[in-house]
């Protein structure tokens, strides 16, 4: 089934959302327990980190960790928003940079200025878009020393589409930093998968809401598939991706095929899905990938492909090099919990 499709529905009494490129799972969003990334508090700065610049603080959903502040002291009320998901045992990551982030624009606080994204190059299309948004702006003004981010999901939108997000964020800003409030308080809930659809998959796609969505465009098959570490790569080839305490690793095989160029052709479909892997899984932090074994003058080109489908992905991933071992070693943000334990 050729072109996109954006499903949504539930697993296991989970909000849910998939996207399906040309029968292919190639998203999924599930919802958790957890505090969501993008919520924001006010917090209650509880005890610092000597050497570490660092402050705990009180939050009405558990211990949170801000990183190098200064000036804060024990007590002091402060806003912060979720930057990712908690590895077990630890406080929440979070920022006192505020972002207030929608489909088509996004409110900076304490970075003024009113910007349009690079990745619209046409002239009349960025106009388009900034006089929508002075005219949003002259009826709900953003708050004082804050910005504006125009996505470039704005490219495609009708401007009355983007004056409505605009004004919506502004005023949502203007009354999240005028909050006065004492004690932890949760002030803005992240977004569910739903909404995070709506916001970030905003390339044109055919769109199922009804109930057994997942179900008519394969999800639920996918979703099998991703019960099991075991990876089915084409030409016979697989690999192992299973999460430990401490890294997730990746095995390459090269199965049963015995052809001298074998390593090479395996390494080449590991590194084409191995995006896709980890941001269906959702899984981050640090990753280990042991390649079949091939010549090492083939490792630039192993290299280039995965780098290439790395600079696509929404979350920050940073490859690292190669070990004496002939390792590949990531470093990638989470900013999703792994599957495995919600389905």
């Not at 508090?41 to 558990?62: C, E, H, N, S």
């Not at 910005?147 to 009354?175: K, N």
């Not at 055919?206 to 996918?222: I, K, M, P, Q, W």
């Not at 940073?318 to 389905?343: S, V």
Request: hydrophobic content about 40%; some cysteine.
């Amino acid at each position: 089934m050729k072109g996109t499709t954006i499903a949504l529905d539930h697993v296991g009494g989970r909000e849910a959302a998939a996207r399906v490129i040309d029968g292919q799972l190639d998203d999924f969003l599930i919802d958790s327990d957890a505090p969501r990334p993008g919520a924001i508090y006010r917090a209650i700065a509880d005890r610092p980190v000597k050497g570490q610049g660092g402050m705990f603080l009180r939050t009405p959903d558990g211990s949170a960790f801000l990183r190098q502040v200064r000036g804060l002291k024990s007590g002091e009320s402060l806003l912060v928003q979720v930057t990712g998901y908690a590895e077990p045992g630890k406080a929440l990551p979070v920022t006192n940079r505020l972002l207030f982030k929608s489909r088509y624009a996004i409110v900076t606080p304490g970075a003024p200025g009113i910007n349009v994204s690079r990745s619209i190059r046409d002239d009349a299309l960025r106009d388009a878009a900034l006089l929508a948004a002075h005219e949003a702006l002259s009826d709900a003004p953003l708050p004082e020393g804050a910005g504006l981010i125009l996505r470039s999901s704005c490219a495609d939108a009708d401007p009355d589409d983007i004056s409505a997000d605009v004004t919506e964020m502004s005023r949502l800003a203007a009354h999240v930093l005028a909050d006065a409030g004492e004690g932890p308080e949760l002030l803005v809930e992240g977004d569910g998968p739903h909404a995070l659809a709506w916001r970030e998959w905003t390339g044109l796609a055919d769109l199922d809401t009804g109930e057994g969505s997942f179900e008519r465009h394969g999800v639920d098959e996918a979703l099998d598939e991703l019960r099991s570490a075991r990876v089915s790569l084409p030409g016979g080839f697989s690999m192992i991706v299973e999460p430990t305490s401490a890294l997730v690793a990746i095995d390459i095989n090269t199965g049963g095929v015995t052809s001298p160029a074998a390593g090479l052709k395996a390494n080449l479909a590991a590194m084409r899905d191995i995006p896709r892997q980890l941001r269906l899984r959702g899984l981050g932090g640090q990753i280990i990938i042991d390649p079949a074994p091939c010549a090492k003058k083939d490792r630039k080109q192993i290299e280039g492909l995965l780098r290439a489908g790395l600079k696509k992905e929404p979350t920050e991933t940073i490859l690292a090099g190669w070990t004496t071992l002939g390792l590949m070693e990531l470093q990638r943000k989470r900013d999703r919990l792994p599957i495995k334990g919600l389905l």
